[in-house]
């Protein structure tokens, strides 16, 4: 069984940061990461990459998140975090943590809302 804790959503200003955490167990099995990573959806919207960082800690970045954002893991506690900067309003998202086992599927997190507002 797999289970993702995300954490750290919430309003903040524009200009202001958060971080997100999503920390990842398995049970019942031993497993091998391959990546994690965030996505976010707004509604009417297709779910997009934010950030995903490999097992091997090669790291991707949507195009409007690059510079501002940083994604970072702790293999240790299977964590991954994600350092949010510059905050915009359309930054206003529902963000979901993403975990890719290696040869046992892919998993999503239950969603953290990220409002970016004055």
């Known amino acids: 069984q797999v289970r993702l804790v995300e954490s750290g959503g919430g309003l903040v200003q524009p200009g202001g940061s958060l971080r997100l955490s999503c920390a990842a167990s398995?049970?019942?099995?031993?497993?091998?990461?391959?990546?994690m990573g965030w996505y976010r959806q707004t509604p009417g919207k297709e779910r997009e990459l934010v950030a995903r960082i490999t097992a091997g800690g090669i790291t991707n970045y949507g195009d409007s998140v690059k510079g501002r954002f940083t994604i970072s893991r702790d293999n240790a506690k299977n964590t991954v975090y994600l350092q949010m900067g510059s905050l915009k309003p359309e930054d206003t998202a529902v963000y979901y943590c993403r975990l890719v086992l290696v040869s046992a599927g892919m998993y999503w997190g239950q969603g953290t809302q990220v409002t970016v507002s004055s």
């Open positions: 398995v049970s019942g099995s031993i497993f091998s990461i391959n990546s």
